[in-house]
């Protein structure tokens, strides 16, 4: 795993400058004091030639901040070039921004959609490449895992953190070591709600029943 102490120098595609493979790993990096790039909110309609063209510098500006170590300036413009479309690129770049940074929930969910935009282009080497990044990560988090019963109430919300995810028969989010709270609203019930300490490794599994029952803690175990 490419972690904090080296940068990544990625072979690009010459048809798309923004999919990139690794070629080298070998400068140690300094700290970023910048707060941690974060994923702008996706663009509702499809972007413009004109967008995509401003995606585009700004990538190629991240590329050569990078370069020049510029990291946190770098960091910025491949958000602002991800804001616009998140393509393989983007997504490894900001990946490896959180993995400087510190944050690494945030550089696994990059890395991971690395490797799905990988997945679906069918680029098998850069898929698995973005995903062995994430893999990488996993021992060093803590796994959430919500199922809920079927059929899933409408309105039903999950949130973990200051994250709400979207309702689904099985949830899976990683978080970084800490305190975690997670709350779960089901309509027609009191709000279920948990709070423990997340330990690295480790996973943590809450079954909500179609009947959800009174709130405790013994709800959630690890296997």
């Known amino acids: 795993m490419l972690g904090c102490g080296v940068i990544a120098t990625y072979k690009c595609d010459p048809l798309d400058q923004r999919w990139c493979a690794l070629q080298t790993a070998d400068r140690a990096l300094p700290p970023t004091v910048a707060p ?6 996706p663009v509702p309609r499809a972007p413009t030639p004109a967008q995509l063209a401003d995606a585009d510098r700004w990538f190629e500006a991240g590329r050569a901040l990078a370069k020049a170590q510029r990291f ?3 960091c910025e413009q491949f958000a602002r070039s991800d804001a616009i ?15 400087r940074d510190g944050h690494l929930d945030q550089a696994w969910r990059r890395y991971d959609d690395a490797g799905r935009l990988a997945d679906t282009a069918g680029a098998a ?6 995903h062995e990044q994430a893999a990488a990560l996993t021992p060093r988090l803590c796994a959430i895992i919500v199922t809920l019963a079927d059929p899933i109430i409408a309105g039903t919300t999950v949130r973990v953190g200051d994250r709400e995810l979207p309702a689904a028969a099985k949830l ?35 079954s ?16």
Do not use: Y
């Not at 941690?36 to 909110?41: K, T």
């Not at 909500?208 to 296997?223: F, G, H, L, N, Y």
């Open 36 to 41: 941690p790039a974060q994923p702008a909110r």
């Open 72 to 74: 946190a300036e770098a």
């Open 85 to 99: 479309e998140r393509t393989f690129g983007t997504a490894l770049n900001l990946g490896d921004c959180a993995v």
């Open 125 to 130: 080497s850069l898929a698995k490449f973005a």
């Open 172 to 206: 899976r989010w990683l978080v970084e070591p800490r305190e975690i709270d997670i709350a779960i609203t089901v309509p027609g019930s009191p709000v279920l709600h948990w709070q423990f300490h997340g330990k690295a490794g480790e996973t943590k599994v809450i």
């Open 208 to 223: 909500v029943p179609a009947q959800p029952p009174a709130v405790t803690v013994e709800d959630v175990t690890a296997p």
